[in-house]
């Protein structure tokens, strides 16, 4: 079973979509298996990251943007792709960092992720996206 989401995105940020993705998963026959995700853009991730405390994830993108800071700022001379403004060859390297697809355990239709666990498309852009999240479901 196959199917598309979409995360529209206002920044720099991480946009969980774990309700959406159970939801799909409820109208699904109840069985085991693996859930697969797949984010089909290069300059965003897929995490799956604590889902309790929002420090998390500001501590993160802060940590992200230290280690790949815009194009512009000058330790990041080096950079040669700059076409689409000082955040795109950033936002790549950030993509090259963090997972650009899933796997996630499902037993009985319910996915198996931890207590605070929670799925996250992280965007690395600063201008708004509608991003694609490509999923499939296989029954083991």
Not at 10 to 29: I, K, M, N, R
Not at 34 to 49: K, W
Request: aromatic fraction near 6%; glycine fraction near 8%; hydrophobic fraction near 40%.
């Amino acid at each position: 079973m196959n199917r598309n989401f979409v995360i529209r995105t206002t920044g720099p940020a991480c946009y969980e979509f774990t309700d959406e993705v159970g939801s799909w998963l409820d109208g699904l026959p109840p069985r085991n298996g693996v859930l697969s995700l797949m984010v089909r853009h290069t300059s965003c991730s897929l995490l799956i990251q604590e889902n309790a405390d929002p420090d998390v994830q500001r501590d993160l993108l802060a940590w992200l943007g230290r280690l790949a800071p815009p194009s512009d700022h000058p330790s990041m001379g080096w950079i040669t792709h700059r076409h689409e403004g000082p955040d795109d060859m950033p936002a790549h390297l950030k993509a090259a960092v963090l997972p650009v697809s899933l796997q996630i355990p499902v037993e009985q239709g319910r996915m198996q992720l931890g207590q605070w666990q929670g799925i996250y498309l992280v965007e690395h852009r600063t201008a708004p996206h509608s991003r694609q999240v490509a999923a499939i479901f296989q029954a083991g």
